[in-house]
């Protein structure tokens, strides 16, 4: 079975976020009033081949939690579904 | 009125995205088969007042297509939502 993953993976809410920040400065500039907190982390679809959901979840926690997210100043969620 | 909205920022379908292929190349050493594809762009959230969820809708919007987007390169799509 073909699964596709949509994974969010944002700044932990205890860290600054400079970038964020760069853009509430930014956004009365261009006319956009009342934005108060902007925090910016990354979205990563995945395209994956397992035998059920499980081994799919299974697969992208380990890809998460091993290779795409700083744990240390990440955290990250995710869902499953057959594509 | 405060809203919350949650902004997905994709590299567009026909453009490669080198930084998922590299993803995708790398998962294998971390006992991780059968990923097809993985595609990396941003998950920006941004808290903001407004008047009416209308209203919010239109700030987000142009937020992304003026500063958060490059809408040669990327696609986004939004929800928002009551804080």
Chains 1, 2 share one sequence.
Not at 3 to 24: F, R, S, T, W
Not at 26 to 33: A, K, R, T, V
Not at 41 to 60: P, Y
């Amino acid at each position: 079975m073909t699964y596709l993953a949509h994974i969010n993976i944002m700044p932990k809410a205890e860290l600054l976020d400079p970038q964020g920040k760069v853009v509430v400065k930014n956004l009365p500039n261009l006319g956009i009033q009342g934005v108060s907190d902007v925090r910016i982390g990354k979205h990563v679809t995945m395209t994956l081949e397992a035998g059920s959901e499980q081994e799919a979840h299974d697969k992208v926690e380990t890809a998460c939690s091993k290779l795409l997210a700083n744990v240390i100043m990440e955290g990250y969620d995710f869902v499953v579904e057959e594509a």
